[in-house]
């Protein structure tokens, strides 16, 4: 066996086993987000409630889907989201979201971004 037919080796099971961790990463990921959707929307009001941190949102689209909508964020990025929600407010600003509208009685904001115009 020479020197080069070895490295190939190596590289190829390296490769392999490279694929395979990223295979288990993707099949036990918790994360889907098949059926969201992304909208562009003005931020009517935030803050803490009884049972956790809101947002009313309305969809900007010239047939607007939701109109006053409430929302909910995501305990690992509430703060992030509350702070964006906020800066929108205080700017009148429009943010950009992606959320399944059909997931609960208030959805849970997956992606939240203030837009810049």
Request: negative net charge.
């Amino acid at each position: 066996m020479t020197v080069r037919s070895e490295s190939c080796g190596r590289v190829k099971i390296w490769g392999c086993c490279l694929g395979v961790a990223l295979l288990m990463i993707f099949l036990v990921s918790p994360v889907v987000f098949a059926d969201s959707n992304w909208y562009i929307c003005s931020v009517d009001l935030a803050g803490p409630g009884k049972s956790g941190t809101f947002v009313q949102l309305t969809d900007q689209a010239e047939t607007p889907v939701f109109v006053d909508k409430w929302f909910t964020f995501p305990p690992e990025s509430l703060r992030e989201m509350l702070a964006v929600a906020l800066t929108a407010i205080n700017a009148d600003k429009k943010v950009a979201v992606a959320v399944d509208l059909d997931s609960a009685t208030y959805p849970v904001i997956e992606f939240f971004y203030l837009k810049a115009k």
